[in-house]
């Protein structure tokens, strides 16, 4: 049974998720610009540890992002020696399209479900999740 809903969820990753706008941020790319926008300017060994990447893999993260100028890097005037990394205008603008992409991805897949399955779906999710029964 767990191996029939995997392959299932696999298929609506593929056809849902290969096709989405926000495709063009990989996973790891718009985890950290979720967690620069949480958590303000941060430096590299917080998004380091948040990602769970070694420094140099994250810094590669970030000078991708840098180059789509979606953030930049700082130096704070009270420690030239430190940099951070925050999100610029650009990269806030990306969030909102981000969430605006989930949000149509939702619609989309639920739209397949009648009404009355859709409130099953999202009540079996949540047990899932381990929220409320």
Not at 25 to 51: I, T
Not at 75 to 101: C, Q, S
């Amino acid at each position: 049974m767990a191996h029939e809903l995997m392959g299932h969820f696999d298929e609506l990753v593929r056809e849902f998720l290969i096709n989405e706008e926000s495709g063009s941020y990989p996973a790891n790319e718009r985890s950290l610009l979720r967690f620069l926008r949480d958590h303000g300017p941060a430096v590299m060994s917080d998004l380091s540890g948040h990602l769970r990447l070694a420094l140099s893999s994250t810094t590669g993260i970030v000078d991708r992002l840098v180059e789509r100028k979606v953030v930049r890097r700082v130096r704070p005037e009270e420690d030239r020696r430190t940099v951070r990394v925050m999100l610029t205008k650009r990269g806030r603008r990306a969030l909102e399209g981000l969430a605006a992409d989930r949000v149509r991805l939702g619609r989309a897949m639920l739209g397949r479900l009648e009404p009355h399955r859709r409130k099953t779906l999202l009540a079996l999710f949540r047990q899932m999740a381990g929220g409320a029964k």
